[in-house]
T-cell receptor, first 120, second 111 residues
Framework: QITLKESGPTLVKPTQTLTLTCAFS??????????VGWVRQPPGKALEWLAL?????????SPSLKSRLTITKDTSKNEVVLTMTNMDPVDTATYYC????FGWGILDYWGQGTLVTVSS | QPVLTQPPSASGTPGQRVTISCSGS????????VNWYQQLPGTAPRLIIY????QWPSAVPDRFSGSKSGTSASLAIDGLQSDDEADYYC???????????FGGGTKLTVL
């Protein structure tokens, strides 16, 4: 059974760096074809893909946010960490991590999400 | 601005057939498979259709189906039921952007 859970601060100040952790179980991020992705959703708005990290440590970032994002994995801890620099109130959103299957290009198992508010 | 274009809303009465469209381009929908996600109010999205028209196991009943033609895709729901009320998102890999792209989402209302 694949499960994922996001954790991190619920409130960050403008210009600060956000660090989110995705703790997962039920799969290994060293298995071929597997990845973990991050998606965010501002209140009342659409889903926006942020980043992906693959089993071989290859990484992909949203072009519009690439300069602010870093995604890393710790295979031994079954964790993926996303950092986003220079946070702004427009970055207020629920942040989701999800299991990614490379073969079909799908985010097939999602965490419950964590709401991050950016405010001074 | 989402890369994939969906109508912001759709509606139907119980028992009706509803279709939600998703328009893209050669670098995303035409070149790659389309997936659909359902987001019930207050919950995380969940995969319901993958590889254009394959139902994700145990996600939704057979009433849900997907299709793709060229740079467009669609999700159809037959025999609409009240618990189908949700937001629906299409998604695909984009070869030009080298990343995932989502549609803007369609809010389905059962009248």
């Amino acid at each position: 059974q694949i499960t994922l859970k996001e954790s991190g601060p619920t409130l960050v100040k403008p210009t600060q760096t956000l660090t989110l952790t995705c703790a997962f179980s039920g799969f290994s991020l060293s298995s071929s074809g597997v990845g973990v992705g991050w998606v965010r959703q501002p209140p009342g708005k659409a889903l926006e893909w942020l980043a992906l990290i693959y089993w071989d440590d290859d990484k992909r970032y949203s072009p519009s946010l690439k300069s602010r994002l870093t995604i890393t994995k710790d295979t031994s801890k079954n964790e993926v960490v996303l950092t986003m620099t220079n946070m702004d109130p427009v970055d207020t959103a629920t942040y989701y991590c999800a299991h990614y299957y490379f073969g079909w290009g799908i985010l097939d198992y999602w965490g419950q999400g964590t709401l991050v508010t950016v405010s001074s | 601005q989402p890369v994939l274009t969906q109508p912001p809303s759709a509606s139907g009465t119980p028992g009706q057939r509803v279709t939600i469209s998703c328009s893209g381009s050669r670098s995303n929908i035409e070149a790659n498979t389309v997936n659909w996600y359902q987001q019930l109010p207050g919950t995380a999205p969940r995969l319901i259709i993958y590889n254009n028209n394959q139902q994700w196991p145990s996600a939704v009943p057979d009433r849900f189906s997907g299709s793709k033609s060229g740079t467009s895709a669609s999700l159809a729901i037959d025999g609409l039921q009240s618990d189908d009320e949700a937001d629906y998102y299409c998604a695909a890999w984009d070869d030009s952007l080298n990343g995932l792209v989502f549609g803007g989402g369609t809010k389905l209302t059962v009248l």
